[in-house]
């Protein structure tokens, strides 16, 4: 069974970057056909798709974020991270990481996720 | 790229049978049949219950379905019971390796 774990501080400051790491057991994250995702859900509001990697380091993300976000991936120690740079309290939301199965906009592992807020 | 458009809330009794919609344009749940649904119990993880439209994960009980008319992804809950009460997400494929989610309907079992 497959399991994704978000960690990361939960308060960053206006203007400083967002880091956060996904660890993922039960699996390999270099298995052929996944991809590793960000979500995040702003307070009260619906998800939003961040982005996502492959192991082999391709990365696809959401338009809208693009100029700020970077996700990488460290296959020896089973983890991918999300880092987002510039946050304003807009970006107060709870990260969730999750696997994007061989289907596309299809998740079928998720962490479950971490509040992030963004405050001085 | 805008989110899905779904109800934010529905309700039903116990038994009975409720539908969930998500509503995107041509470019995304029109085009691709690639729209999934989430159930949501806050604090928990989410979890997938339909793929590609209509297909249930194993383990997911057949009291839930998918379907799509046009622009128009639903998912149906027929008999319904307690445990159901959730939030639900859909998600669909945008084209260009993106995607979109809706902005989730809480489901109230009465």
């Known amino acids: 069974q497959v399991q994704l774990q978000e960690s990361g501080p939960g308060l960053v400051k206006p203007s400083q970057t967002l880091s956060l790491t996904c660890t993922v057991s039960?699996?390999?994250?270099?298995?052929?056909?996944?991809?590793w995702s960000w979500i995040r859900q702003h307070p009260g509001k619906g998800l939003e798709w961040i982005g996502y990697?492959?192991?082999?380091?391709?990365?696809y993300y959401n338009p809208s974020l693009k100029s700020r976000v970077t996700i990488s991936v460290d296959t020896s120690k089973n983890q991918f991270s999300l880092k987002l740079s510039s946050v304003t309290a807009a970006d107060t939301a709870v990260y969730y990481c999750?696997?994007?199965?061989?289907?596309?906009?299809?998740?079928?592992?998720w962490g479950q996720g971490t509040l992030v807020t963004v405050s001085s | 790229q805008s989110a899905l458009t779904q109800p934010a809330s529905v309700s039903g009794s116990p038994g009975q049978s409720i539908t969930i919609s998500c509503t995107g344009t041509?470019?995304?749940?029109?085009?691709?049949?690639?729209v999934s649904w989430y159930q949501h119990h806050p604090g928990k993880a989410p979890k997938l219950m339909i793929f590609?439209?209509?297909k249930r994960p194993s383990g997911v009980s057949n009291r839930f379905s998918g379907s799509k008319s046009d622009n128009t992804a639903s998912l149906t809950i027929s008999g319904l019971q307690a445990e159901d009460e959730a939030d639900y997400f859909c998600?669909?494929?945008?084209?260009?390796?993106?995607?979109?989610f809706g902005g989730g309907t809480k489901l109230t079992v009465l």
């Open positions: 999750a696997r994007r199965g061989v289907v596309a906009a299809t998740f079928d592992y």
């Open positions: 039960g699996g390999s994250i270099s298995s052929s056909g996944y991809y």
């Open positions: 990697i492959y192991y082999s380091g391709s990365t």
């Open positions: 041509s470019s995304d749940v029109g085009t691709y049949n690639l």
């Open positions: 590609e439209g209509s």
């Open positions: 998600c669909s494929y945008a084209g260009s390796s993106t995607l979109v």
